[in-house]
């Protein structure tokens, strides 16, 4: 499964257009197959802040600066 948004750049104020890959479990059963699209930022979970919200930083590709956002979401990332 996949989530994806965009954010602007703090920095360049550039649009940032990313997916982030939600971790599977082998214990579940079933594992689906994701393609990565290369043309888009990866970025890293950095925090759980509570139960729905989550800490994620991203690197621009025009000017290397390092984006911190939120996402929240109801299943767990």
Known sequence: MKINGNIECEKC???IEWEYLVP???S???IDVEM???RLAHPTKIEKKD???YVFKVR???CDAINFFEIKSKIHL
């Open 13 to 15: 104020k550039s649009k």
């Open 51 to 53: 139960d729905a919200t």
């Open 28 to 30: 579940s059963g079933i």
């Open 60 to 62: 621009c590709k025009k």
């Open 24 to 26: 599977q479990h082998i």
């Open 36 to 38: 990565i699209n290369n």
